[in-house]
């Protein structure tokens, strides 16, 4: 199959057959005198400029990067001497949420890239592509499967399905990119060969110690394992009345002896929630069920923790587990497909939201993030959502990077044309304030329409067992998560809960996830808060339109596929936004009865 290769020219192989080999092929490909200076095995680079000559050192994988890292500095034009790379995080991984049947849970880009039919099934040709545009943004691993591993996908790891997953690996290798396989806590049971998953059963520590002999005698660098555990009707450690650390640390120790992590993740929650209860709080969660077991895991276990409490929102507050655990590992997961964010039509630039969160300064030695590529010809079905993934690599390798810069970056990789270089940018920097503002500002959340999660449904999570209120009624709206409230605010430090805590500092993007706020209660800028919610769906509706309006202006000046790919999509977004606008009015209208001040069009 012939596909678009995001921000990589695209060029022939041989294929390398080590990772030495790929860095040379890419410098020689860049047309330019360079030298390789090869120490050690990290991933951090010096490129020195030495007349007309590039100087390169680092180890393999960091002459690798160094490479590619070169290509866009040429690109770009960007003058220097010398540049000193070394990665922000150690593993900087992308999840797959891709089903054995070939649909990915959440994708919005086409069918798997790995699976089809209940079968391994790969184009090996595409797969050498791929490993190579990972590592060109630094990326080095890469998790293939769903976290929700049912029959089949839990044969994954026997005899019969791993011949194929050792090819894949071989393939990956020469870029620096390694497997993780997501697999089921409960896989000796579901693959009928004990009656128990008890993590401190010496039966089931042993049939894991030979299973990962198994799979390592296959994959000798597989990095690890993901695993959902107790999570949305997964099967955990609390079916047998043990904890996370006992489930952890069962893969843990039989992982030890190949050098393998377990990313455990932290999305543990009570997903059968009674809407009445207004104490239970979902937030609370993964905080409740961790911090009491730090110093518990072993050295190998990583902690993936969603970089919000709640899940993948427009806005939500960092997670009050990153960084709070002293003595376990973590890694954050943020999420690149746009599950909550537009989903691939609505443009949505995220490095501009990854950004905040890491602002909060917290530390983590591993990053992971849920994909958005699957096999659309260009990889991300909306061409401009490749920004998102490469903004991702680009944030997992140097978490300082700015958006404005990694935007500028990309631009600058996909488009020949200045004009449509500085517009392309403005739009992507622009697009995270304007879906905030015609979906769910001031943190607000969960406004979607249930399983899509695309398009406004005011009430379509409000009487459900996940836990996701708003709990608008005729006076206010939001969750008082304040000490007086559900106490969420009480799992961060307290200088940081005494600011969510009172009404008056909790910043204002955040005011209805912290506080239940009275609608005539007058915020920064003098309005009402219902004449706020009005504004921003008006302000976000017309954002929408001139995101259309800046595109048009770019015919002729972009290819013409890419246009018409992202014209087609903009004119989605605008009547996605016109939904949003006016059905969150017509909602609060009708709850309040409060007209818009400037005698807007609100739906009766
Ligand atoms: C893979 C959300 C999504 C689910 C996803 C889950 C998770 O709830 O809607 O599709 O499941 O997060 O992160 O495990």
């Given at each position: ?28 490909n ?24 590039y ?11 160094a ?24 593993n ?41 545009m ?6 080095n ?30 393939i ?78 069962l ?12 990313f ?5 929650y ?32 990583v ?69 958005n ?16 993934l490469?903004?991702?690599g ?85 969750i ?38 009275a ?17 921003s ?13 800046a ?9 013409g ?6 014209l087609?999509?903009?004119h ?6 016109y ?9 609060f ?16």
């Open positions: 199959m012939n596909f678009h290769n995001c921000w990589l020219k695209k060029r022939s192989f041989p294929y390398p057959s080590t990772v030495r080999e790929a860095a040379e092929a890419e410098l020689s860049l047309g330019v005198p360079f030298k390789i200076y090869i120490n050690g095995n990290g991933d951090g680079f010096t490129i020195s400029k030495n007349g007309n000559e100087q390169i050192s680092g180890g393999e994988t960091g002459a690798l990067y490479a590619f890292r070169l290509g866009v500095l040429l690109n770009n034009k960007t003058d220097f001497t010398q540049i000193n790379e070394a990665p922000s995080y150690e900087r991984i992308i999840n797959h949420w891709d089903n054995f049947n070939g649909n990915i849970e959440r994708g919005y880009s086409g069918k798997s890239l790995f699976f089809d039919d209940n079968e391994i099934d790969y184009d090996e040709n595409r797969m050498r592509h791929y490993a190579r990972l590592a060109s943004v630094g990326l691993a890469v998790a293939i499967n769903n976290v929700n591993v049912s029959l089949p996908a839990v044969k994954l790891i026997t005899g019969e399905k791993l011949p194929r997953l050792a090819k894949l690996a071989e990956f290798k020469p870029y620096g990119v390694r497997l993780i396989l997501s697999i089921n806590y409960a896989s000796p049971v579901m693959l009928g060969e004990l009656d128990t998953a008890d993590p401190c059963d010496p039966r089931v520590a042993d049939w894991w110690k030979k299973r990962f002999d198994i799979i390592y005698s296959y994959i000798p660098n597989l990095l690890g394992v993901l695993v959902k555990a107790d999570s949305e009707n997964q099967p955990g450690p609390f079916s047998y009345g043990r904890d996370h650390a006992d489930g952890a640390n893969f843990a120790k039989a992982l030890a002896p190949h050098g393998g992590y377990v455990w993740r932290c999305f543990v009570n997903c059968k929630q009674n809407w009445r209860d207004t104490k239970t709080d979902r937030p609370k969660f993964p905080y409740d069920n961790f911090m009491p077991l730090d110093g518990r895991f072993d050295e190998n276990v902690l993936q923790i969603k970089n919000g409490p709640y899940d993948f929102q427009i806005r939500e507050p960092v997670s009050p587990l990153l960084g709070a655990m002293k003595q376990t590992t973590q890694a954050v997961e943020f999420q690149i497909a746009q599950e909550y964010t537009g989903q691939q039509i609505d443009l949505c630039f995220l490095p501009t939201l990854w950004r905040e969160v890491l602002d909060t300064g917290f530390k983590v030695k591993h990053i992971a993030a849920v994909t590529t699957g096999n659309d010809f260009n990889w991300t079905g909306n061409y401009l959502a490749a920004a998102n490469y903004g991702y680009r944030l997992a390798w140097d978490s300082s990077l700015s958006p404005e810069s990694i935007a500028a970056e990309w631009c600058g990789l996909m488009f020949e044309d200045a004009d449509a270089r500085a517009a392309v940018k403005k739009m992507l920097l622009d697009s995270r304030e304007i879906y905030e503002n015609y979906t769910t500002p001031l943190g607000m959340g969960w406004f979607v329409t249930p399983h899509t999660h695309y398009g406004p449904d005011p009430l379509g999570y409000e009487f459900s067992l996940w836990g996701t209120y708003h709990r608008a009624d005729r006076e206010a709206v939001g008082d998560r304040s000490s007086r409230g559900t106490g969420y605010t009480r799992q961060y430090p307290p200088e940081v809960a005494a600011v969510y805590d009172n009404i008056d500092t909790c910043p204002e993007e955040l005011l209805l996830f912290f506080h239940r706020v609608y005539n209660h007058v915020l920064k800028n003098g309005k009402t808060l219902i004449q706020y919610l009005y504004d769906h008006f302000k976000g509706a017309e954002g929408a339109e001139r995101l259309l309006k595109w048009e202006a770019l015919e002729g000046r972009v290819p596929e890419i246009y018409k790919n992202v087609e999509r903009l989605k977004q605008v009547k996605n936004a939904e949003w606008r006016d059905v969150f009015n017509t909602f209208y009708r709850l309040t009865g409060e007209s818009d001040g400037l005698g807007r069009l609100i739906y009766k």
